[in-house]
Nanobody, 121 residues
Framework: EVQLVESGGGSVQAGGSLRLTCAAT????????MAWYRQAPGKEREVVAS?????YYELFAEGRFTISRDNAKKMLFLQMNSLKPEDTATYYC?????????????????WGQGTQVTVSS
């Protein structure tokens, strides 16, 4: 079993940056496919980026966000630059043993509690 705790959210102005961190506990962290998801009010949860065999980014994240992981420290990061008001959401860390499609949230087994990101114009 894996437990995930996100941190690093906050309020920034458009164009600013934030770095999200997800700290994991449990064994075999390196064997998990890890991802960042987000959910805005009234919208479905959507994948932002994943760090499994190869990094994956949704179109809106490409060029602005960078996902990375430190398997030794059991941590996952999301560096977010050039933030826009539409990036406002709760951001979640997710872990999955067998992920067939990183864009399918049901493929992930464990979720953090989320960290709020608010971007003002």
């Amino acid at each position: 079993e894996v437990q995930l705790v996100e941190s690093g959210g906050g309020s920034v102005q458009a164009g600013g940056s934030l770095r999200l961190t997800c700290a994991a506990t449990g064994s075999d962290y390196s064997a998990y496919c890890m991802a960042w998801y987000r959910q805005a009010p009234g919208k479905e949860r959507e994948v932002v980026a994943s760090a499994c065999n190869n990094p994956y980014y949704e179109l809106f994240a490409e060029g602005r966000f960078t996902i990375s992981r430190d398997n030794a420290k059991k941590m996952l990061f999301l560096q977010m630059n050039s933030l826009k008001p539409e990036d406002t959401a709760t951001y979640y860390c997710a872990a999955g043993r067998t992920v067939g499609n990183v864009r399918r949230s049901s493929d992930f087994d464990y979720w953090g509690q989320g960290t709020q990101v608010t971007v003002s114009s």
